[in-house]
């Protein structure tokens, strides 16, 4: 019998995984590379969480291995050219949560906006007043600008639609025809950092946007700026955005993932009025995690019967 072993984290439903899998299926911890490669000795299959470290360090000690199933859409934690090296195929869920991610997104960037949190700490604290917030603005006629321009930020552009946003877009794997069908126009990431009133980042962690909202980044915003990351923690520097926030260089951030999940206690990004922090939760609904859960089984149940998985990554893509 196939030995399936899964990231010990409740996004992922073991009881599903047995029902759907001719297989062994075991729960273990998965956080770090000794964790991982003892939990997965002799295992046929791994099911990993974001916070799994599938390196190649890892995979060359897997043998037996034959797929590595992401429960999730980034697969920034996982060694895809290694994988490929070592005959492991790899897989993600790519569409599962769009609509709740692009919700989520819209949700924070409002919140931000009208300071909705921050109102409500205060009403807690037994004050009463429209004026304690920062400056509130109208929405009509700002702009939004997209950086990545994949399935949820397209959904994020659809849910804005009713509050008549400019929408820009930075992404260098889709042309310009492509954005413009959907009312947005296409930009450098220089332009719209400076443009934008809204910047939401939906871009994959790589080597080459690790980091991205940096510094300079920061500073080519407006002062009024709102930032939104339901992407990857690493996406920003951290330290520089702490900065900005307290020196209101922009205006505010509304954050669901961070560098270090889950953050250390006092997280000082989380402790300011002008950031919102929410525990990388915008992918989830009863129906994404179903949904999620039964793709992953799916993808395994291939990659056991020899087959090439439905959502199998190709080592070569491009934007690796």
């Known amino acids: 019998m196939p030995r399936v072993v899964a990231s010990d984290d409740p996004m992922i439903d073991t009881a599903l995984l047995r029902e759907k899998l001719d297989a062994e299926v075991v729960a273990a911890e998965t956080d770090d590379e000794a964790a991982l490669a003892a939990a997965a000795e002799g295992a046929d299959a791994l099911v990993v969480d974001v916070n799994t470290p599938v390196t190649a360090a890892v995979l060359d000690e897997l043998d037996d291995l034959r797929i590595v199933a992401r429960a999730g859409v980034g697969i920034d934690n996982v060694d895809v050219g290694a994988a490929a090296e070592n005959g492991v195929q790899v897989t993600n869920v790519p569409e599962y949560c769009t609509d709740e991610v692009a919700t989520h997104t819209v949700t924070l960037l409002l919140d931000c906006i009208r300071t909705v949190a921050a109102y409500d700490r205060d009403v807690r604290n037994g004050n009463w007043g429209w004026e304690r917030t920062r400056p509130v603005h109208r929405v009509r006629g700002r702009t939004l600008g997209l950086v990545s321009f994949g399935p949820i930020a397209r959904r994020v552009r659809e849910q804005v639609r009713g509050f008549d946003l400019d929408v820009v877009a930075y992404d260098p794997y889709v042309d310009e025809t492509d954005m413009a069908e959907a009312d947005v126009e296409k930009v450098t990431l220089d332009d719209l950092y400076e443009r934008a009133d809204y910047v939401s980042l939906h871009a994959p962690l790589t080597d080459d946007t ?100 439905p959502d199998y990554i190709d080592p070569d893509t491009d934007w690796l």
């Open 210 to 309: 690790r980091g991205m909202v940096d510094t300079g980044a920061l500073e080519a915003m407006q002062d009024h700026a709102v930032l939104v990351n339901t992407g990857r923690g690493g996406l920003i520097d951290e330290e520089a955005l702490l900065d900005a926030l307290r020196n209101e260089a922009i205006a505010a951030a509304g954050l669901d993932v961070l560098c270090q999940e889950p953050p250390e206690p006092d997280h000082p990004l989380a402790g300011l009025d002008n950031c919102i922090v929410t525990p990388h939760a915008a992918w989830y609904s009863e129906e994404a995690r179903e949904e999620l859960n039964a793709t992953v089984a799916a993808n395994v149940r291939a990659a056991l019967a020899g087959e090439t998985p």
